[in-house]
């Protein structure tokens, strides 16, 4: 009897914090960059993403935008950037054969430029 408490205990003391660092480990890297059900990769820098907090327009709403500002268009990625100090999405999208790229202000919504064929 004694013996397995032994055997039990030393498992659960060594599964327990594994799993646990397993957990945080995963956590880290689909806070970076993640796929989501949205059909759209979305890469958001930890850093950033602390510093502007909560921002009224998320990246499916961003998308949404791009696809109403430019019809047939299909979003490819967004990525958490700042301009001018203030947070913004930058939106990957293809239309028509052409990869394109789009700024979307993450606090109003406003398309601030882009659009433009990209030419990698």
Known sequence: MRRSLLVAVT???VAVPL???TALAMADDSTDRRSTSAGFEIEIDPE???RFGPRPVNAVQAADIVTR???G???IEAELDE???GPIWEMKFALRGNENEVEVDAVTGAV???GD???D
């Open 112 to 114: 601030l430029g882009g």
């Open 117 to 119: 064929r990209e030419d």
């Open 19 to 21: 799993s646990a660092g």
């Open 83 to 85: 301009q001018a100090g």
């Open 73 to 75: 268009a299909r979003v």
């Open 11 to 13: 498992v659960v003391g």
């Open 48 to 50: 950033l993403d602390a």
């Open 69 to 71: 500002r430019f019809p």
